[in-house]
DNA sequence: GTCTCGATGTATCGATTCGATATATCTATA
DNA sequence: TATAGATATATCGAATCGATACATCGAGAC
């Protein structure tokens, strides 16, 4: 996770750790904290993913090296659609990854989905095996088919997208396949 | 988070470790692992606040302590509300909360997910302090409006359900006073 | 009958992340 | 010239993750 938000943001220009920070921030990863971040920076630099800059003052810029540049490109590539938070962060870094690359794992993470939505259907359906819920979990229960339904929308969108892309890029594509 | 889980689900009842990982994958905790569950429940032994019943074969169930109940308690009262699957847990145990504490809790929520929106909005506004984003940054960012907005919305009608149980409850209570 | 496979069940290990805290610097302003 | 708040790096113990190991049990294949 870390990793992969260090190196996507240092693959634009280099940072130090307070900018890393205040960019996740504004990218919406509101509870990335210091005790994570640091020690992340550290980790990649002793990989020989990313180089540090000193400069003025305190402050440790970090460059991405060559090594770092292809590990990002890895990470982006694997196949992790589990973890909303680690989703939308690959997603965040996008624009590093080929078109095609792109289209495959919108789809995977749109399976995932579907899998997760019939999870939850099923056990509201079953009243979840106890008995009778209360109001607030089944309120709950509700909220997260409802918010299921919605990613799956917003994917579409996505995957939409995505084929004009390839398409754009390599103009013979058979379209109209279904999802 | 495991400490609440566990606590909540053995309120009703005495459990093995298996069985709650089962019944927190029917309330949507998807990603709970043995790895955080079982070191949980010895965590929680150790305190006090479970205790053990050898089973047949080799199963093992844990039933609530009276401090047990206290804590649970505690943790149900505590003012976490910045992480949404720490909350949505909270939720799933609301049953066992005092009315009045369960709309505090909300209006608590309601307050993050407000302040959380604004800066969303801000982040989107200002192209996020770097040049302008690429489509998939901008869908993340979008996206997140949406959602966040409408976890608002779930909220109000929680907060509106809440309050009708607080007037059941106090029937002298004032009646129509904002959020 | 017994073989095998998948579900049930407990457990541990190294690595990562969290949350709290400490501390130094720089800048505006009272 | 305090002093307060934003900027900036760092560390520590505890919690969580992800992978893996391993044992039992029941059902169906053969």
Do not use: C
């Not at 509101?30 to 003052?57: D, H, M, N």
């Not at 078109?99 to 749109?110: G, M, T, V």
């Amino acid at each position: 996770m870390f990793d992969l938000a260090v190196l996507g943001l240092l693959r634009n220009r280099p940072r130090h750790g307070y900018e890393l920070k205040a960019r996740l921030l504004e990218l919406g990863f509101a509870r990335v904290s210091f005790g994570s971040l640091y020690p992340a920076l550290r980790r990649l630099e002793k990989r020989g993913f990313i180089e540090a800059l000193r400069q003025s003052g305190r402050r440790k810029a970090y460059k991405l090296t060559g090594t770092g540049e292809q590990e990002l490109a890895r990470i982006l590539d694997s196949a992790e659609d589990d973890e909303d938070r680690r989703f939308n962060m690959r997603l965040a870094f996008f624009q590093y990854l080929e078109p095609a690359a792109r289209l495959r794992s919108l789809k995977r993470r749109r399976n995932h989905l579907v899998s997760r939505l019939r999870t939850a259907q099923t056990a509201l359906q079953y009243s979840t095996t106890e008995g009778p819920v209360d109001h607030y979990t089944a309120a709950l229960l509700q909220h997260n088919i409802g918010t299921t339904e919605s990613d799956i929308a917003w994917l579409d969108q996505l995957i939409a997208y995505a084929r004009t892309e390839q398409e754009v890029e390599v103009p013979r594509t058979l379209t109209g396949g279904n999802i």
